[in-house]
């Protein structure tokens, strides 16, 4: 059975720091890229950093340059983001997702994740003022 479980969301302060993981299993890790994404109220879900499970190439939007960094643990089959420097912009539901290898670079180049082969359910990042 494919699970990605995403953990780690919270209520935390502007300016402080959490780290999201994402349980991987039911697939090949390194035959998939994997990505977090965040839909805040009202808005449609952005990607906000992706990573290759074969070689660790890694994407960030934007708003994610600076603050957030993404990672990967083969071993363990897991993927985590770690987000400092919270704002409540960053506030919303956080989903991993994973897309086969082959479509890894296009996806994060083009921004574009309807071909996400698999969807976790997510977990809710409040930042307050």
């Known amino acids: 059975e494919v699970q990605l479980q995403a953990s780690g969301g919270g209520l935390v302060q502007a300016g402080g720091s959490l780290t999201l993981s994402c349980a991987v299993s039911g697939f090949r890790f390194d035959d998939y890229g994997f990505g977090w994404f965040r839909q805040a109220p009202g808005k449609e879900r952005e990607g906000i950093s992706g990573?290759?499970?074969?070689?660790?190439?890694?994407y960030y939007a934007g708003s994610a340059k600076g603050r957030f960094t993404i990672s990967s643990d083969n071993a363990k089959n897991t993927v985590s983001l770690q987000m400092n420097n919270l704002e409540p912009d960053d506030t919303g539901v956080y989903y991993c997702?994973?897309?086969?290898?082959?479509?890894?670079?296009?996806?994060?180049?083009?921004?574009?994740?309807?071909?996400?082969?698999?969807w976790g359910k997510g977990t809710q990042v409040t930042v307050s003022s």
């Open positions: 990573i290759s499970g074969s070689d660790g190439t890694t």
């Open positions: 997702a994973a897309v086969s290898l082959v479509f890894f670079e296009k996806t994060w180049l083009e921004r574009r994740y309807d071909g996400m082969a698999y």
